[in-house]
């Protein structure tokens, strides 16, 4: 009975205290919800503003004041970069100031009430504030740091060759002035009968790789180039043991074909010094419509194959990554293709060449 | 005759230095780091030029640094670098190895003959000093720690170029540096100078 009657009293309050419980259970609910959407809102305008925190950080400003954070203020440091907001001298602030060799970030918020369950959702929005500043600005250091870096490569990679000419040029300068006799002239002759393959090469190459990333140049005169003859030469070049076979010609820019098979053949000539006695065989055939050279050599084959052609990527010690890449990008804009992988034989390289397109912008250009 | 060593990976312009060359001297071609040897153990080289960048490392000094200190530990000729690497540290490690001199691409051919004919005039004046008695002796030290090291590596220096003029014949050593034989078996076993050592390097 007794207990009856403490049910019947308590009922009215327990009613009241689930309906409080209630209220306060969806509006804890309404706040994480509202945090987690300015955290989605913040990550999407990151990725609109293209990673970009002088960019983001106003729009951020904007979007935290949906979860009641009055204002945000910083001061960010970073590759020769400054990006800063003064502080407003308000009490209620959370701050947090990071330093690294590379970069500082020192992010405050002004909050309206920093106590109870809301601090947390502050501390939430905060720390994704930071964090994703923080990625941005990795990002940006990382990418500026490779971007260096391979123009370096890309730098040194042209200098030994611009630098190999302009010394001979200075040479051919010198040795004209003081040529005397025609046994001395005749001599003169000779050398640099024997020196054009080779000059030939260096400047084709030189060619080739300030091409890189241009837009195909429509009014480039195409000549017949024997391609298997190329091959052939390449071979005498550089002392390769093997055998260069079949016959091909197609309508191209000569400076181009050497380029990509300059850097196959020099390819192998680089794995002899390391693997002697290898040898390197090549075929050019015709197919429909196309020109097919393969070129294999009978050495060890290479770890991840399939990265050759990246862009400044490298198995070798002081290799610069240019070569293939620049070798495949030819190939590409010329609407062929290029290919490596590891065959019973060998590393063989497969190379097709469309005579058609040349044949036609030939055509055209007669007309 | 001067014999000299050019080495140098590209056809075309070794092709160009050659013909220079060739005007007044003797001149071996070598377009890699295994023909430069072969060229020096076969042939009577008095002077090298050579480039830093050969293949199948033409970017970087490493393989000109390893001939360098080849030529230099076995033939102690001179030796000139010329070569398109503008590293600090690769003229640094050069000048460092005993390289005569540095010259980078490009270079006038007045520049590089002149370069010869000075590295002919030290050799030149080298050994008439050695003739008479005064041998050239170089070396490094960390300049600022005190006058002892650099002491040191100069008593080590001399000693060590008498022992192995002499064949480390002890008694004629002691005679040509004016000490002792007994002083001279200190130093011996102070360097730890072993005959074996001094035999392998000559």
């Known amino acids: ?367 | 005759m001067e014999t000299i060593l050019l080495t140098e990976d590209d056809a075309a312009l070794r092709g160009q230095i050659r013909f220079a060359l060739e005007e007044r001297f003797e001149v071996r071609e070598a377009e890699n780091v295994l023909k430069a040897v072969h060229v020096l153990n076969s042939e009577n080289i008095t002077l090298a030029v050579l480039d830093l960048g050969l293949p199948p490392h033409e970017d970087t000094p490493e393989e000109g640094l390893r001939l360098l200190h080849y030529i230099l530990e076995n033939f102690g000729i001179k030796v000139i670098i010329l070569t398109g690497q503008k590293t600090e540290t690769a003229a640094l490690e050069s000048i460092k190895s005993g390289a005569f001199d540095y010259l980078v691409k490009p270079v006038s051919m007045e520049q590089l003959m002149f370069s010869i004919d000075r590295a002919i005039l030290f050799r030149d004046t080298e050994q008439e000093l050695s003739k008479q008695g005064t041998a050239k002796v170089s070396f490094g030290i960390e300049v600022g720690k005190g006058l002892q090291p650099a002491r040191e590596e100069a008593e080590k220096n001399v000693i060590l170029t008498v022992l192995k003029n002499t064949n480390f014949n002890v008694y004629k050593s002691a005679k040509l540096l004016g000490v002792k034989r007994e002083s001279l078996y200190y130093f011996i076993k102070k360097f730890g100078f072993k005959r074996e050592d001094i035999d392998a390097d000559s």
């Open chain 1, 1 to 367: 009975m007794l207990t009856l009657k403490f049910v019947q009293s308590m009922y009215l309050f327990v009613l009241v205290a689930g309906a409080v419980a209630l209220v306060i259970l969806f509006y804890l609910r309404y706040l994480t919800n509202r945090a987690f959407k300015v955290q989605l809102r913040m990550v999407d305008a990151n990725q609109e503003c293209n990673y970009d925190i002088a960019l983001f950080l106003p729009k951020a400003s904007e979007l935290v004041k949906t979860a009641e954070i009055e204002e945000i203020f910083y001061d960010i440091h970073y590759s020769e970069s400054t990006v800063a907001r003064p502080a407003p001298g308000t009490r209620h602030t959370i701050v947090r100031t990071i330093t690294r060799p590379d970069y500082s970030i020192s992010l405050g918020i002004v909050t309206s009430s920093p106590r109870g369950y809301q601090r947390y959702i502050y501390m939430i929005i905060f720390e994704t504030l930071f964090l994703l500043i923080e990625m941005d600005i990795l990002m940006k250091i990382k990418v500026a740091n490779e971007a260096l870096c391979n123009f370096s490569k890309l730098h040194t990679f042209l200098l030994h060759d611009v630098k190999n000419v302009t010394q001979f040029i200075k040479g051919l300068i010198y040795n004209i002035d003081r040529i005397k006799g025609p046994e001395r002239e005749h001599r003169f002759i000779e050398y640099l009968r024997g020196s054009a393959p080779a000059l030939s090469v260096r400047t084709d190459k030189i060619l080739s790789t300030l091409e890189i990333g241009m837009e195909k140049d429509e009014e480039e005169t195409a000549e017949e180039v024997d391609i298997a003859r190329l091959i052939k030469d390449l071979f005498a070049l550089y002392h390769i043991k093997g055998e260069a076979a079949g016959e091909g010609a197609l309508p191209t820019q000569r400076h181009k074909m050497v380029t990509v098979f300059d850097n196959i053949i020099k390819n192998v000539r680089e794995k002899s010094a390391r693997e002697p006695g290898i040898e390197c065989f090549s075929s050019v055939r015709e197919e429909t419509g196309s020109l097919v050279v393969v070129i294999y050599d009978t050495g060890s084959p290479v770890k991840n194959i399939e990265r050759m052609f990246e862009p400044f990527y490298t198995t070798k010690e002081s290799g610069l990554g240019i070569g293939l890449f620049q070798a495949r990008h030819i190939v590409k804009n010329l609407g062929g293709d290029m290919a490596v992988e590891n065959t019973g034989r060998g590393v063989e390289f497969t190379v097709k060449l469309p005579k058609s397109a040349k044949t036609e912008h030939i055509d055209a250009a007669g007309e």
